[in-house]
């Protein structure tokens, strides 16, 4: 009869293994993303020292990473609602999650534009572990305020990052997915607009080829100006 339970013995000890190491494994990823997000506390806390202004139409966040933290004339995109961009360079959407309470539910909006994915991905985590730390973020917000509409701007296309384009496409596409299954969460396309051709437009970034110029920026008021809500 040994003969039968050894093997079953020995399976039972692999799946015990296998499930420890991914345990662990897992674990040493989450102690990494937080220890990113960490180094950049000092910048968020100066965010966060920013009074809450009081807006009777309500306020709209923009928030994510340097790309959004850049836009300088976002705030002209609204005519009738403050707009307040609480963006942060290197900002990925673990680190979002983190500072949420002092980048977005602090504010009470009653709309949040969200740019996360493009250092994630850069950084090398997969479209599954990245949707579910923007599910993590969609799911605060709204246990705030159900009523919040959240507007996910697609992981653009650069110069710099080129060679991921199809891990940016996949996680657009999978975002993209996830907003026409709920009302609340809207997907701004803005990775098809930097494209002619097929490539991905060089005359839409600064000298570093990862940060839009002015040029860039247009094509982004282009498609979120209509999404705005006043």
Not at 88 to 113: C, H, I, M, W
Not at 170 to 183: F, Y
Not at 221 to 227: M, T, W
């Given at each position: ?66 790309s959004v933290r850049l836009w300088g004339d976002a705030g002209l995109l609204s005519k009738g609602s403050p707009i307040i961009n ?56 709204w246990e705030q305020n159900p009523e919040v509409e959240i507007v996910y701007i697609s992981a653009k296309p650069s110069p710099l ?47 570093d080829r990862l940060h839009m110029n002015r040029k860039g920026y247009a094509i982004w008021a282009e498609v979120i100006r209509p999404?705005?809500?006043?």
């Amino acid at each position: 009869m040994y003969r039968f339970v050894q093997p079953l013995i020995k399976s039972f000890y692999t799946i015990i293994i296998v499930f420890s190491w991914s345990f662990y494994a897992q674990e040493n990823k989450e102690s990494e993303y937080l220890k990113q997000a960490e180094s950049f506390s000092e910048e968020v806390a100066k965010i966060a020292d920013l009074p809450v202004p009081t807006w009777d139409s309500g306020i709209i966040i923009f928030t994510g990473s340097s790309s959004v933290r850049l836009w300088g004339d976002a705030g002209l995109l609204s005519k009738g609602s403050p707009i307040i961009n609480t963006a942060f360079g290197g900002s990925t959407a673990y680190g979002l999650n983190v500072y949420l309470e002092d980048l977005v539910l602090r504010y009470e909006p009653k709309q949040v534009f969200i740019y996360e994915g493009d250092n994630d991905i850069a950084a090398g985590r997969d479209t599954r572990t990245i949707l579910e730390h923007l599910d993590t973020i969609f799911t605060r917000i709204w246990e705030q305020n159900p009523e919040v509409e959240i507007v996910y701007i697609s992981a653009k296309p650069s110069p710099l990052r080129w060679e991921l384009r199809k891990e940016y496409e996949a996680l657009n596409k999978a975002v993209e997915r996830r907003a026409k299954k709920e009302d609340r969460l809207v997907f701004a396309d803005v990775y098809s607009s930097m494209l002619q051709k097929g490539q991905v437009r060089e005359d839409l970034f600064i000298e570093d080829r990862l940060h839009m110029n002015r040029k860039g920026y247009a094509i982004w008021a282009e498609v979120i100006r209509p999404l705005i809500m006043e």
